[in-house]
């Protein structure tokens, strides 16, 4: 029983702080770029993959601190599970396409999909790379 109300510690913990990132970055984005495309929710959700793309490779190598529950229900169930967000991407996507900008919604789509499996895997290789390391 402990395990678990230590997991859940460790997730909500992790949801907080990626949640607030999601505000800061996001709104920081759109800030600077505009709101015209929802440039802020698909910065988040790149970083995101190529972040998780990195913790899985270190946790793939069954040694580290990503290879333990704690580490990894903070940084990856709790942090990156709350500031990537499909919901906010799905929404964006379907309002462009509802005010009639399909090519916008079209390009929502394969940026954040066919990018985010690219930066992912960049992720993965780097986090192998690191994993190598001394």
Known sequence: MIEVVTGLLFVALGSALGGMARFFVSGWVARRIG???PWGTLI???SGAFVIGVFGALASTGR???ATPGPWLFAVTGFLGC???VSSF???TLT???QGEAL???CNVMFTLVLGLVVVALGYA???WWSVLP
């Open 90 to 92: 799905s929404l964006q």
């Open 126 to 128: 780097s986090g192998r």
């Open 96 to 98: 462009l396409a509802r």
């Open 64 to 66: 580290g601190w990503f």
């Open 83 to 85: 500031y990537t967000t």
């Open 104 to 106: 916008r919604a079209a």
């Open 44 to 46: 988040v959700n790149l």
């Open 35 to 37: 709101e015209t495309f």
